[in-house]
């Protein structure tokens, strides 16, 4: 039990499909966090939520759409996603924004066909 | 710009062996350091960090890493290594802007 919770933990969809990746975690912490990854280069950070507001967006194109309802749920809505989109998503949370103990979840591993 | 780079892709070595992963950082500032690892279809586990302190830092299943400001490299090491221990390692600094940023990761195979 990492105390962050994802799901679904493999997902296969359509380019024209819509679907949400889940994140929940237990450990009463304040800032939460998604990181893609694709093989051969390093974690790129997407979102980053504080107190349920977003502090950080890295020029994510705007078919992924994150949403903190709040500090204990984040979701990343994906729709009319491309092949390259194809990847390991994870989901990390940390006591607060700039504290760097981050846990991460497991991941939901993504392919877009 | 913030940066991490881990020179080896892929290392391999015997099982009982010693190891040693390299990471190097660009950061203007006294860093926050971290070796994270990843076993297969698995997020990624805080190995140990580094804050401040003493630049020999022990961390979980036998791991230490040492911080070196001169070369500006945090290298993780174990004596013994454990068939267990093949996985994939990521060394990481903490950006300004309270992010983690992360290296390509190295990946360990474990030779019986």
């Known amino acids: 039990e990492t105390g962050v919770t994802q799901t679904p933990r493999h997902l296969v969809m359509g380019m024209t499909n819509k679907k949400s990746l889940k994140c929940e975690q237990h450990?009463?912490?304040?800032?939460m966090y998604w990181y893609k990854q694709s093989a051969k280069k390093p974690l790129e950070l997407m979102f980053v939520?504080?107190?349920?507001?977003?502090?950080e967006n890295n020029s994510v194109p705007s078919r992924f759409s994150p949403e903190c309802p709040n500090s204990s749920h984040l979701f990343l809505h994906l729709h009319t996603l491309q092949p390259e989109d194809s990847a390991l998503y994870l989901c990390?949370?940390?006591?607060?924004?700039?504290?760097?103990?981050?846990?991460f979840g497991s991941g939901t591993r993504l392919t877009v066909v | 710009a913030q940066s991490v780079t881990q020179p080896d892709i892929h290392i391999t070595v015997s099982e009982g062996a010693s190891l040693e992963l390299r990471c190097n950082y660009s950061?203007?500032?006294?860093?926050?350091l971290f070796w994270y690892v990843q076993s297969p279809g698995q997020g990624l586990q805080l190995l140990l960090k580094?804050?401040?302190?003493?630049?020999l830092v022990q961390g979980i299943k036998g791991f230490e890493a040492e911080f070196k400001r001169s070369q500006s490299s945090f290298n993780l090491r174990k004596p013994s290594v454990h068939w267990s221990d093949a996985a994939e390692y990521f060394c990481?600094?903490?950006?300004?802007?309270?992010?983690?940023?992360f290296g390509k990761g190295t990946k360990l195979s474990v030779k019986p």
């Open positions: 580094y804050f401040s302190g003493d630049t």
């Open positions: 950061y203007g500032a006294t860093p926050y």
């Open positions: 450990l009463g912490h304040n800032a």
């Open positions: 939520y504080s107190l349920e507001e977003r502090v």
């Open positions: 990390a949370s940390s006591q607060d924004f700039n504290s760097y103990g981050y846990t």
């Open positions: 990481a600094v903490g950006g300004s802007q309270g992010n983690l940023i």
